[in-house]
């Protein structure tokens, strides 16, 4: 699959604690009918063949929408699933180890909370980069917080796009607008309603106005 950018507008990231009982491929289905663009499949508690498991069984759903389908941290397992990609965090395999190793097409994300963190990941090979938390993130209680002047330096010192991350939701994805996203993640918002397609149309919608500034 050619990457392209405008595949990173709103980027659902899967979450077995929102999701519960309900269906992964059936949830992930409903938040591409809504508009999602690419998914990552986030799951830490699945072992490595779960998580090729679940990457394979994603994979037709994503593909009926053109959908990239990325795997959280796990490089390996998301080649051995025939996954698009892998997102990796600052403390994760590094970027040249993966890109030296991976198949031609491999989509590489890249966690970046610093400019010189944004610089490293793109010399090394980052497709894009996932810059957060913006907000308080339910799903990552400690994360270190990005502010929306911290974003818009590091988005304007990389030529590769980066993505906004971190407790978004309806109510506050407006006050990201103009600093530079080329999309923006979203977890809870998305996955922790009954009604996700809609959840999504709405996160879709406004998270087109603009986003403006993305590379």
């Not at 053109?66 to 600052?90: F, R, S, T, Y």
């Not at 980069?129 to 270190?144: D, E, Q, W």
């Not at 009954?194 to 999504?200: K, L, R, T, Y």
Request: hydrophobic share 40%; proline share 4%; glycine share 12%.
């Amino acid at each position: 699959m050619i990457f392209k950018k405008e595949q990173l507008t709103l980027y659902a990231i899967t979450d077995s604690s929102c999701i519960g009982g309900r269906g992964l491929c059936e949830c992930v289905e409903a938040a591409l009918k809504g508009g999602a663009s690419i998914v990552q499949l986030r799951d830490k508690g699945a072992g490595y063949q779960q998580l090729v498991e679940e990457a394979r069984a994603l994979l037709p759903v994503c593909r009926r929408y053109g959908a990239p389908l990325i795997v959280n941290d796990n490089w390996q397992a998301a080649i051995e699933a025939g996954a698009d990609g892998v997102h990796v965090g600052i403390e994760d395999a590094p970027v040249s180890e993966i890109r030296a190793k991976a198949p031609e097409g491999f989509i590489i994300g890249a966690t970046a909370k610093t400019v010189q963190q944004a610089k490293a990941a793109e010399a090394a090979g980052a497709d894009y980069l996932g810059v957060g938390a913006l907000f308080p993130s339910p799903t990552k209680k400690n994360a270190v917080h990005v502010s929306k002047e911290q974003f818009r330096e590091i988005a304007a010192s990389v030529n590769i796009p980066c993505v906004a991350i971190g407790g978004i939701t309806r109510e506050n994805i407006h006050e990201l607008n103009g600093m530079g996203a080329a999309g923006y993640a979203v977890v809870s918002a998305l996955f922790g309603g009954e009604d996700i397609e809609s959840a999504a149309r709405e996160l879709s919608r406004l998270g087109a106005t603009p986003p403006q500034g993305g590379k």
